[in-house]
């Protein structure tokens, strides 16, 4: 296939020099007219060099536009929706030569373009730049314009890493070992969060490993799509539980309890109230946060119907409605008003967001998804901006049926704590957007468990049985540990499951015989031995039982929670992948974390028990794992220190 020099000019530093610079630019704007351009698709294969076999998990887009794939496990990628005409197309994985090349677009034709990728040392890479066919490649450092570069990251789906940096992440006490005979139960909300991951990638993609703090395991699993039957029952998710031998420790067990909610068609989800509420201070000027908001906005107007409604609040200095609530299929007048958004100013983050639920209120739509979506860096530091006034806040909103769905952008300062806390408080979730593909993953593939609550106030508990299992510890979740008692408290918050999420927790078992890895003394009134005996034998009815699993959930606009419950046996049976991958994803993030845990694990392990349990990957997000933890190896990151320090 002929292509030629996109820029008319043979020069390759001319070639390059125009590449960063249209990557680095705005997304070409849609805000003058609903007129759909002529438009094709480039598909094809990314080719290792020296294997001759696809690449999986790789970054392939288009420059200076919002188009963006992974590739799948035998490398493929389609990009539909291309703008007719001469395009760059770029691949990027860790671990290999960056590649660009020119190709001619034809309106409503597809265009073959494929790629071979050579592997480079890992670090700061170089990128490779072909303009025309023929031509050799130019090979130069990414970082000789660095703030060009940081343009083309934000365009593409990855963020260059700052030195200056002043991020904050909340402290995290691993859980430990917990004796059965002392403490049977484990009470805990669950998460849906997913955060966590995209912040490590993010570290990890800038040769850097990431702060012990910013590892929250449970958002790494829960990261991941997993393999499910059909849903069954009049409840609004399924329970599933799995029981496997611990890879890290055979001789103890490793156990999945999974919870899933069906997804609901896009076109079949009730209308929606919702308040964008941007942050616009000078904090936000970076390429990869107010401009990358931006794209990311413009994805998820494509989502929106003639019966939903948006409306747009910003703050910096001040807070103020720049659109008031405005009918979704109003793509242009929506886009217009985001378009002409600049950074600037300080941060009244508690005045933005007291705006934001005004409007909410105002134009709250009954049987309906009323929500609050907030868009930061999460420096808040002008006004009412304290993390406990700003709780209080959304825990009433909350209340009136009005939920908060919290984005974080930006590297640097990013306050992960803060806004962690406020989704939290506010019935939502919070995920961290590290690029294009990120936000399409977030508020196109899963638009509806972003926006659309199935049940609220999700709590699990977990019995123990004493005659089975010595001592245990859930792995993950130190921030969503709830008092037993509060299982049974209708008045205590919980997370939310939204249609289409799942949510994995595993917990690791130790049977009973077993020594039970102790961090504190044996109790001087109630003796106990090393294994951890009951007071009281239970009946032989239950012998065959590991565990007994509750949940409790309330409807979205109930009051009254609902109780599931079923015995889980105690004989480890082969893992079905979904179990392998979300094992190897938690024994990674225990490697970050240091946990004395881990034993023996290694990356290497990491990567056997996840391409075990890879599965069809159609997205190409498990083969991005695995290339994670091979760069962690390869750099070894592992060996520098980690950072337990919250104030990064």
Same mark, same amino acid.
Do not use: C
């Given at each position: 296939?002929?292509t030629?020099?996109v820029?008319?000019t043979?020069?390759r530093i001319?070639?390059?020099l125009a590449?960063?610079?249209?990557?680095?630019?705005p997304?070409?704007?849609?805000?003058?007219?609903?007129?759909p351009?002529e438009?094709?698709?480039v598909?094809?294969?990314v080719l290792d060099?020296?294997a001759?076999?696809g690449?999986?998990g790789?970054?392939?887009?288009?420059?200076?536009?919002m188009?963006?794939?992974?590739t799948?496990a035998? /490398?493929?990628?389609?990009?539909?929706?291309?703008?007719?005409?001469?395009? =760059?197309v770029?691949?990027?994985l860790i671990?290999y030569?960056?590649t660009?090349?020119?190709?001619a677009?034809m309106a409503?034709?597809?265009?073959?373009l494929d790629?071979?990728?050579?592997r480079?040392?890992l670090g700061?890479?170089?990128?490779?730049?072909?303009?025309?066919?023929?031509?050799t490649p130019?090979?130069v450092h990414?970082?000789?314009?660095?703030r060009?570069?940081r343009g083309?990251?934000?365009t593409?789906?990855?963020?260059?890493?700052?030195?200056?940096h002043?991020?904050?992440y909340a402290r995290?006490v691993e859980?430990?070992?917990r004796?059965?005979g002392e403490s049977?139960?484990?009470?805990f909300?669950?998460d849906?969060?997913?955060?966590?991951y995209?912040n490590?990638r993010?570290? =990890?993609?800038?040769?850097?490993?990431?702060p012990?703090?910013?590892v929250?395991?449970e958002?790494m699993i829960?990261?991941f799509?997993?393999?499910?039957g059909?849903?069954k029952?009049?409840?609004?998710f399924?329970?599933?539980t799995?029981?496997?031998d611990?890879p890290?420790?055979?001789?103890?067990r490793l156990v999945?309890?999974?919870?899933?909610?069906?997804?609901i068609?896009?076109?079949d989800?009730?209308p929606?109230?919702?308040?964008?509420?941007?942050?616009?201070?000078?904090?936000?000027a970076?390429?990869?946060?107010l401009?990358?908001?931006?794209?990311?906005?413009?994805?998820?107007?494509?989502?929106?119907?003639?019966q939903?409604r948006?409306?747009?609040?910003?703050y910096?200095?001040?807070?103020?409605?720049?659109?008031?609530?405005?009918p979704?299929?109003?793509?242009a007048?929506i886009?217009?008003?985001?378009e002409?958004?600049?950074?600037?100013?300080?941060?009244a983050? %508690?005045?933005g967001?007291?705006?934001a639920y005004?409007v909410?209120?105002?134009?709250?739509?009954d049987?309906g998804?009323?929500r609050? =979506?907030?868009?930061?860096?999460?420096d808040?530091n002008v006004?009412a901006?304290?993390?406990?006034?700003?709780v209080?806040?959304?825990?009433k909103e909350?209340?009136?049926?009005?939920?908060l769905?919290?984005l %974080?952008?930006?590297?640097?300062n990013?306050?992960?704590?803060?806004?962690e806390?406020?989704a939290?408080?506010?019935?939502?979730?919070?995920?961290?957007?590290d690029?294009?593909?990120?936000a399409?993953k977030?508020?196109?593939?899963?638009?509806?468990?972003?926006l659309f609550?199935?049940?609220?106030?999700?709590?699990?508990q977990?019995?123990?049985?004493p005659?089975?299992?010595?001592a245990?510890?859930l792995i993950?979740y130190?921030?969503r540990?709830l008092?037993?008692?509060d299982?049974?408290d209708?008045?205590k918050?919980?997370?939310?499951?939204?249609?289409?999420?799942?949510v994995?927790a595993?917990y690791?078992v130790?049977?009973?015989?077993?020594?039970?890895?102790?961090?504190?003394?044996?109790?001087?009134?109630r003796p106990?031995t090393?294994?951890?005996?009951?007071?009281?034998?239970p009946s032989?009815?239950?012998?065959?039982e590991?565990?007994?699993v509750k949940?409790r959930y309330k409807?979205?606009?109930?009051?009254?929670?609902?109780l599931?419950a079923?015995?889980?046996?105690?004989r480890?049976?082969p893992?079905s992948r979904?179990?392998?991958?979300a094992?190897?994803v938690? /024994?990674?993030?225990?490697?970050?974390?240091d946990?004395?845990?881990a034993?023996?694990f290694s990356?290497?392990?990491v990567?056997?028990l996840?391409?075990?349990g890879r %599965?069809?990957?159609?997205?190409g997000?498990?083969?991005?794992?695995?290339?994670?933890v091979e760069?962690?190896r390869?750099?070894?990151?592992?060996g520098?220190?980690?950072?337990d320090?919250?104030q990064r």
């Amino acid at each position: 296939m002929a292509t030629m020099n996109v820029y008319g000019t043979p020069s390759r530093i001319g070639v390059l020099l125009a590449l960063i610079f249209a990557s680095a630019a705005p997304a070409p704007s849609h805000a003058q007219s609903e007129t759909p351009p002529e438009t094709g698709t480039v598909q094809g294969r990314v080719l290792d060099a020296t294997a001759n076999a696809g690449v999986a998990g790789a970054q392939v887009f288009v420059a200076a536009t919002m188009i963006g794939a992974l590739t799948d496990a035998e /490398g493929g990628y389609s990009l539909s929706g291309v703008p007719a005409g001469e395009r =760059i197309v770029t691949v990027r994985l860790i671990g290999y030569r960056e590649t660009s090349r020119g190709v001619a677009v034809m309106a409503g034709e597809t265009v073959t373009l494929d790629f071979t990728v050579e592997r480079t040392a890992l670090g700061r890479q170089d990128r490779t730049v072909s303009g025309v066919v023929g031509e050799t490649p130019q090979v130069v450092h990414p970082y000789a314009v660095e703030r060009a570069a940081r343009g083309l990251a934000a365009t593409s789906g990855m963020t260059a890493y700052r030195d200056d940096h002043t991020e904050s992440y909340a402290r995290i006490v691993e859980n430990d070992f917990r004796s059965v005979g002392e403490s049977p139960l484990s009470t805990f909300s669950i998460d849906v969060d997913r955060a966590s991951y995209a912040n490590v990638r993010r570290f =990890i993609q800038a040769g850097e490993r990431p702060p012990v703090d910013a590892v929250r395991i449970e958002e790494m699993i829960n990261y991941f799509p997993y393999e499910w039957g059909a849903t069954k029952g009049d409840d609004p998710f399924e329970v599933l539980t799995e029981v496997w031998d611990a890879p890290w420790k055979p001789e103890h067990r490793l156990v999945r309890i999974g919870l899933r909610a069906p997804a609901i068609d896009t076109e079949d989800l009730p209308p929606s109230n919702l308040v964008f509420l941007l942050d616009v201070s000078g904090s936000m000027a970076a390429p990869d946060k107010l401009p990358l908001l931006k794209k990311a906005f413009a994805l998820l107007t494509e989502q929106l119907r003639a019966q939903d409604r948006v409306a747009i609040v910003v703050y910096a200095g001040a807070a103020g409605l720049v659109l008031p609530p405005t009918p979704g299929n109003r793509r242009a007048r929506i886009l217009s008003a985001v378009e002409r958004l600049e950074a600037g100013g300080s941060t009244a983050g %508690g005045a933005g967001i007291a705006l934001a639920y005004d409007v909410a209120r105002k134009y709250f739509v009954d049987d309906g998804n009323n929500r609050v =979506i907030l868009a930061t860096d999460g420096d808040f530091n002008v006004g009412a901006s304290s993390d406990e006034a700003m709780v209080r806040l959304i825990e009433k909103e909350r209340e009136s049926g009005i939920f908060l769905t919290v984005l %974080g952008f930006g590297t640097g300062n990013l306050k992960d704590s803060k806004m962690e806390a406020i989704a939290d408080r506010g019935n939502g979730n919070f995920h961290y957007v590290d690029g294009l593909l990120e936000a399409r993953k977030v508020l196109v593939e899963e638009m509806g468990g972003t926006l659309f609550t199935v049940a609220k106030d999700v709590k699990l508990q977990v019995e123990f049985n004493p005659a089975r299992a010595a001592a245990y510890r859930l792995i993950g979740y130190e921030n969503r540990l709830l008092a037993d008692e509060d299982f049974n408290d209708d008045a205590k918050d919980a997370g939310e499951l939204g249609a289409g999420h799942t949510v994995t927790a595993l917990y690791e078992v130790v049977p009973a015989g077993l020594p039970v890895p102790r961090s504190v003394d044996p109790l001087r009134y109630r003796p106990a031995t090393e294994t951890g005996p009951p007071v009281e034998a239970p009946s032989a009815a239950f012998e065959d039982e590991l565990l007994y699993v509750k949940v409790r959930y309330k409807d979205p606009d109930g009051s009254e929670s609902r109780l599931l419950a079923h015995a889980v046996a105690g004989r480890s049976r082969p893992p079905s992948r979904s179990f392998r991958f979300a094992a190897a994803v938690a /024994g990674f993030g225990m490697l970050l974390r240091d946990s004395p845990h881990a034993g023996g694990f290694s990356p290497a392990d990491v990567i056997s028990l996840a391409e075990r349990g890879r %599965g069809d990957d159609p997205r190409g997000y498990r083969g991005e794992f695995i290339r994670l933890v091979e760069t962690v190896r390869d750099l070894d990151l592992l060996g520098t220190a980690a950072e337990d320090d919250n104030q990064r």
